[in-house]
């Protein structure tokens, strides 16, 4: 008899385990089409912005070369030369 009880309780703590498994895989689930849904929202909402300063920044303005000569000029930068590596010589 012993014997029957424990395989019962054995069984019933597998059940246990593998519905708090499937629960927790649920969980997870729609947690991720939460989180996937709320980015295709902002990515939308980031599209819809962005075509809204595309709009705006496509009105012709006058040029009248004040732009460029405000900018500063280039810098040309020579990179820093890296010292050779020193030789270990064994004796």
């Known amino acids: 008899m012993a014997n029957w009880e424990r395989k019962s309780q ?8 593998f519905r708090t498994y499937i629960d927790t895989l649920a969980t997870a689930q729609a947690q991720k089409q939460k989180i996937y849904a709320e980015r ?8 819809e912005q962005s075509e809204k300063d595309a709009d705006a920044s496509a009105k012709p303005t006058e040029d009248d070369g004040a732009n460029e000569a405000s900018k500063p000029a280039p810098s040309k930068t020579v990179p820093n030369p890296v010292p050779p590596a020193p030789f270990l010589l064994h004796p």
């Open 10 to 17: 054995y069984l019933l703590r597998e059940i246990v385990k």
């Open 40 to 47: 295709e929202a902002r990515e939308q909402q980031e599209m």
